[in-house]
């Protein structure tokens, strides 16, 4: 799955795909994370790590659920499952990080 970041908005880029959570952009990586904390998708960016940026997990499904795949919400869970046990969520499970793809 991407989230993608654009000057006209936020889309989210082939939900059915849960084995991979990245956001990409032709926005400057500060721009971009602060359109998705100001859309209520991610939290301010850490500016000390500007190549990740942190989603809301809940949001994130809501958004992303595909109408009529009843499986789906049991594949995101798994996907959040497998980010936490890696360190890439927090530790209520209620954030994941994700890789900002931006130019430089």
């Known amino acids: 799955m991407q989230v993608r970041v654009t000057a006209e908005g936020?889309?989210?880029?082939?939900?059915?795909?849960?084995?991979?959570?990245s956001v990409v952009t032709?926005?400057?990586?500060?721009?971009?994370?602060?359109?998705?904390?100001?859309?209520g998708l991610a939290r301010a960016t850490d500016e000390r790590d500007p190549a990740h940026v942190w989603l809301d997990v809940a949001e994130l499904g809501r958004r992303a659920h595909p109408s009529g795949d009843d499986q789906w919400r049991t594949r995101y869970d798994e996907?959040?499952?497998y980010a936490t046990d890696k360190g890439w969520a927090d530790d209520t499970r209620s954030m994941v990080r994700a890789h900002l793809e931006a130019p430089r």
Request: hydrophobic share 65%; no cysteine.
């Open 10 to 21: 936020i889309d989210i880029l082939d939900p059915a795909l849960l084995t991979a959570l």
């Open 26 to 39: 032709e926005l400057d990586a500060r721009t971009a994370a602060r359109a998705l904390a100001a859309d």
């Open 79 to 81: 996907m959040i499952a």
